[in-house]
Structures are given as C-alpha cells and as structure tokens.
Nanobody, 115 residues
Framework: QVQLVESGGGLVQPGGSLRLSCVVS????????MGWYRQAPGKQRELVTF???????YYSDAAKDRFTCSRDNAKNTMYLQMNNLKPEDTAIYYC?????????WGQGTQVTVSS
C-alpha cells in the first residue's frame, strides 16, 4: 500500500519561504507524475503544480514564478520550494499522483502565511 507523508509546513510571514517535502513509500515513484495540491478553508482542493517522471513541470497561475517543484527519484521524494509567500497561499498542502486514480491522501502539511 502506498503511503504519502508531507512535511515542511509552518507559519511564515508574507514574503517568506518554505520548502515542503513529500515522501512516497510503496508504488513506483520514479515512473509516475506527481502533483502538489492544496485546500484552503472552505474551498475545494486545487492543483498547485505537477512534475512528470521526466522532470517536466507545470504550475498554476497562483504558483507560477514563485514556486518550484522538484523530485529526487533515488529518495522517492518530491519537493515544493515556495518563495514570496502570500496570505492567500494559506492552506493544507498535499501530494499525490497527477493523473489516474489518486493514492489514499496523506495528512498534508499546514502552511499559514500571516503577519
């Protein structure tokens, strides 16, 4: 059974940075496209970015020019570097497959951007 463990969230001031990690146990990580998703209070979960097995990345308009997604297949880990954070980035961030049936969702990691 595949397990997703997100970490790296926290409280940060506007303009600050955070680096999230997603460790995937089980499955064939290197062959799959993976995505970062987020869910803000009272809103639906939305796609932030995804990265293909070959390293191609896509970013939502909200993430473009501020966030960078990367992966280390040797460590079964995906990262999300978030810079110039804004209050509207406040959400629980999750990782999961991009495309196809998702794995069971992990607990996510809370990101709060506030002064």
């Amino acid at each position: 059974q595949v397990q997703l463990v997100e970490s790296g969230g926290g409280l940060v001031q506007p303009g600050g940075s955070l680096r999230l990690s997603c460790v995937v146990s089980g499955g064939i990580f290197s062959r799959n496209s993976m995505g970062w998703y987020r869910q803000a209070p009272g809103k639906q979960r939305e796609l932030v970015t995804f990265i293909t097995s070959g390293g191609y990345t896509y970013y939502s308009d909200a993430a473009k020019d501020r966030f960078t997604c990367s992966r280390d297949n040797a460590k079964n880990t995906m990262y999300l570097q978030m810079n110039n954070l804004k209050p509207e980035d406040t959400a629980i961030y999750y990782c999961n497959l991009y495309g196809g049936n998702p794995y069971d969702w992990g607990q996510g990691t809370q990101v709060t951007v506030s002064s």
